[in-house]
């Protein structure tokens, strides 16, 4: 039987062993330790809460390292481990410790992840392409008449949320809100003045996109012209717009995620010049 275990300072080594063994940890833009050790002592205590250790017997023999649930009760999975022979042994209950929650995990496309996420209960959410483009070669031409202003902190997190939520408008997607926006402000991934909102020539804001460093890589994410103003150019223009950003801070290479099924976006991001680095899953699971 798989027993759960919280980490501690008493079998931190454990879990460090463990670390530096999977190949597969480095989901984030950081390591594990080199978040932990740079933190004073208390800060260790809440970070260490985020981890919990897979343990048979005496033996340590694997790990999930989590993120806490939001208030809508989601949970990204950063990274989980299991030495290789033991993989027999996954299975749903390995998670009944957590309660009330909505995994998330996005892990790169392969059989062997596919088989484990299966074993635990996950299902497939979406199937994701990450995109890539060198900014080295890269030429922008901007279109006459057309304005972009960057976000402003403080000031335009209303707008941003009317704009999201209009052209993300599912009925499956927490709306976003301000609170949201702000607390997005503080993370580390997020980077200051690289939000941008397009104008047409009327003066009317049509679209938004922003770029952030996330696990490690400059990634263009929000990027979304509202409905009405579609099919006149404004979504190329403001993803040239983007890159050139990143070229301009001497940025070399900028990546964009998309789902496997928006041909139109894959064929614009071709267009531009973006090309297919990685391929991505997102598994799903709620636990009751």
Not at 28 to 54: A, G, P, V
Not at 144 to 162: M, S, T
Not at 214 to 240: A, C, D, F, P, S
Not at 264 to 284: D, H, P
Request: proline share 1%; aromatic share 16%.
């Amino acid at each position: 039987m798989v027993l759960l275990e919280k980490l501690s300072l008493f079998n931190m080594e454990h879990f460090r062993k463990l670390y530096n063994k999977n190949e597969d940890a480095y989901t984030c833009n950081k390591s594990f330790f080199e978040i932990y050790d740079e933190e004073h002592f208390l800060i260790k205590y809440l970070i260490r809460k985020q981890i919990k250790l897979f343990k048979v017997n005496k033996e340590y023999i694997g790990y999930i390292w989590y993120e806490y649930p939001s208030q809508s009760g989601l949970s990204n999975i950063y990274a989980i481990y299991l030495k290789e022979e033991y993989m027999d042994m996954i299975n749903a209950k390995m998670l009944s410790f957590f309660k009330r929650t909505t995994f998330r995990y996005d892990m790169i496309a392969s059989s062997r992840n596919s088989n484990i996420m299966k074993k635990l209960n996950f299902n497939v959410n979406s199937k994701n392409i990450l995109m890539k483009i060198k900014t080295t070669n890269f030429s922008n031409v901007i279109k006459d008449r057309i304005k972009f202003r960057h976000f402003k902190e403080g000031q335009d997190e209303e707008l941003r949320c009317e704009i999201q939520n209009s052209v993300f408008n599912d009925k499956n997607r927490i709306p976003l809100t301000i609170e949201d926006v702000r607390r997005e402000e503080a993370e580390e991934y997020y980077i200051n003045n690289f939000g941008v909102f397009i104008y047409n020539n009327q003066g009317q804001v049509v679209g938004y996109g922003q770029v952030i460093y996330n696990k490690g890589l400059y990634t263009i994410v929000n990027l979304g012209i509202l409905k009405e103003h579609r099919r006149h150019g404004y979504g190329e223009v403001l993803l040239r717009y983007l890159i050139n950003i990143c070229k301009q801070n001497s940025i070399n290479n900028v990546y964009i995620r998309v789902d496997k099924d928006n041909l139109k976006a894959i064929a614009l991001y071709t267009k531009v010049g973006f090309k297919e680095y990685q391929s991505f899953v997102s598994w799903y699971k709620y636990i009751n």
